[in-house]
């Protein structure tokens, strides 16, 4: 297994395996929301709402991923403070995608109201920007404060 996947093995904890798919799902949702607005176009709308939900259930094995590799984190000092924002808003992303999900495949097919449909876009620029904001402090823990990063290992390679 480490023959075949050295990195996977290299790795100290799974969080980085299970955090892109929230992003890039959310992302998506997002853009398809814009194309249905500007296209004009219905089924693009259901796509939106079909690749939040899978965004929503994506974030569960981040978060839980996430709450596993903490321990990896000082319990104080500037890498805590910066683990503790990312976890605030990776959380506070993880909830507002399943509300605005559940909001999209069940209460939008029933009222499609213009100030509905407005305040579901709305959210999903809210919870990309959480996103964007989330994932940018957890690439400062890694590649600013080297959380999880065998520090041993990589410098017996260089
Ligand atoms: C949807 C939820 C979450 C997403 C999308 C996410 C995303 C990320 C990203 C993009 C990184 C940078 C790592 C890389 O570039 O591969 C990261 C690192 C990290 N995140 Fe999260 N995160 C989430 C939830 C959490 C939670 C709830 C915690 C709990 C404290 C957490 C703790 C950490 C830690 C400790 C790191 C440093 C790298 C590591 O130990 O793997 N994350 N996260």
Known sequence: MGALFPGLKALLNYHPLFVHFPIALWTAALL???AARALKREEFDRTACAVLA??????????FSGWSAQASVPDSGPANEIKELHENLM???SILSGILAAVGLFVLPRKPTAMLRAAFL???LVLCGL???GADRGALLVYHY?????WSAA???Q
Not at 54 to 63: D, E, K, Q, R, S
Not at 146 to 150: I, Y
């Open 32 to 34: 398809f929301e814009l």
């Open 54 to 63: 899978l965004g929503a259930l994506a974030a569960v094995p981040a978060v």
């Open 91 to 93: 959380i506070t992303a």
């Open 122 to 124: 709305a959210g999903l």
């Open 131 to 133: 996103m964007a904001a």
């Open 146 to 150: 080297g959380t999880s990063v065998d």
């Open 155 to 157: 410098q017996k390679q």
